[in-house]
């Protein structure tokens, strides 16, 4: 049943659902996708660093900020760095991932989780997803390393390449969490570590645990752009004590201590989140629990708004609590897809496809993939809304 009498959708429909979302958003001339709030403590956390001058790499928010994610995540630990992608490669680098071998992933993910990737000179095997998550299905993984892997001496090797396959790296699309559970039953039987992208699904919850905390390492962004920002940031969880002094100690140049000297053990980075941004970080926390309802709250309004029209709303997966970090529509073909997302933007409604997919790109071109059915078929009817939080 659709309120509108038409399965044929025509601009005119779209006019529609674009003055709801601008309702929505109390008319406003433009409606970013998804822009950052700073409604707390945000200023005077930034004037105290300055005052007391305590405004790098050192210092009482980064701490603080650490002991919030980690509480608010149930991760034994957390390192703060200076954004997701740096998360991502420290914890593939302290995961034992070197160049030569394979990362499993998805196709359908920022490119940063390929550069990542690419840092340890490793590279990505690109894996279907799942309809109701749009993350990377447990059943594809399960097929692919069933049929294309073997065991020597304990490690997982691609029988076409030969490579070590060295870790697995599934995305949390858009808030959505992915089939945790059965992925990291798979990945025991074949020894390979799990690293969870969850850049994008601060608040998201699977079976009641956060995630980011089912894998071995799991990592956030904190960009301006994610549900909580601290600027830019990132942050590693884990709950072995081993990895979290491995990734401090790798993102603060594998300075050893020592009250004078300058001493250095390995070749390490300077991917230490600086305090100013975790000062902010801090003041974004004071408030999640604001955010995540909002973007709950939005999440319901489309959702009953679209359900009586033609177009799917995604919801969260079962057995998930989605952050709803971006709420996204399916539509029925690429063609309907892209005249909405014309139309919208046009009107100064920012809709956005997803990313051009991880193996169409000239970097990630050659690299394996199987069967990406439903990856191909959902990167040409996905349609992403603005999602910001409102307390209007
Ligand atoms: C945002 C994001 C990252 C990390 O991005 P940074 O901008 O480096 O913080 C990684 N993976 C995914 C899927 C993301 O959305």
């Known amino acids: 049943m659709t309120i509108f009498g038409d399965t044929n959708l025509t601009s005119t429909t779209y006019k ?36 007391t001058s305590y405004v790098s790499s050192v210092g009482k928010y980064v701490d603080n900020f650490e002991d919030i994610v980690s509480e608010f995540t149930n991760s034994k630990f957390a390192i703060a760095t200076v954004n997701g992608t740096s998360a991502l490669h420290l ?16 196709a359908m993910t920022f490119v ?18 799942s309809k109701e998550t749009l993350g990377l299905s447990a059943s594809a993984l399960e097929e692919f390393l069933s049929k294309n892997t073997k065991k020597v001496n304990g490690e997982c090797i691609n ?25 990291i039953e798979i990945s025991k039987l074949y020894g390979i570590p799990v690293i969870e992208d969850a850049a994008e699904a601060l608040g998201s919850y699977y ?64 991917y230490r989140m600086p305090n100013i941004n975790a000062a902010i970080g801090c003041a974004q ?29 995604i919801k969260q997966p079962t057995n998930a609590e989605s952050n709803y970090w971006l709420n996204t529509i399916l539509m029925d073909s690429e063609s309907e897809r892209d005249l909405f997302l014309n139309e919208a933007n046009k009107l100064g409604v920012m809709l956005r496809p997803p990313w051009t997919l991880m193996n169409k790109l000239d970097m990630f071109k050659d690299c394996y993939d199987l069967n990406l059915e439903n990856t191909i078929n959902l990167s040409k009817r996905i349609l992403n809304l603005p999602s910001s939080s409102s307390d209007t």
């Open 16 to 51: 529609k659902h674009i003055s709801f979302i601008k309702e929505i958003f109390n008319d406003q001339a433009f409606i970013p996708l998804h822009e950052p709030k700073f409604r707390g403590n945000e200023k005077r956390y930034l004037e105290d660093c300055i005052d």
């Open 91 to 106: 914890a593939l680098e302290i995961a034992g991932v070197v160049e030569g071998d394979e990362v499993i992933t998805q």
């Open 112 to 129: 940063g989780t390929c550069n990542a990737i690419s840092y340890c000179g490793a590279k990505p095997i690109f894996i279907d997803i």
């Open 159 to 183: 029988k076409i390449s030969g490579s070590k396959i060295s870790a697995i790296v599934p995305m949390h699309t858009f808030g959505h969490p992915v089939e945790i559970s059965a992925i």
């Open 207 to 270: 079976k009641k645990q956060h995630v980011g905390t089912f894998g071995d390492i799991g990592i956030l962004s904190f960009n301006g752009n994610k549900i909580v920002t601290t600027g830019g940031g990132g942050m590693i969880l884990c709950k072995d004590p081993a990895l979290a002094v491995k990734a401090k100690h790798l993102s603060t140049t594998a300075k050893v201590k020592h009250d004078y000297l300058f001493l250095h053990d390995e070749i390490g980075y300077n």
């Open 285 to 313: 926390m004071e408030n999640i629990s604001n955010t995540l309802n909002e973007h709950k709250e939005l999440a319901i309004k489309y959702e009953d708004y679209f359900s009586r029209t033609n177009i799917t709303f």
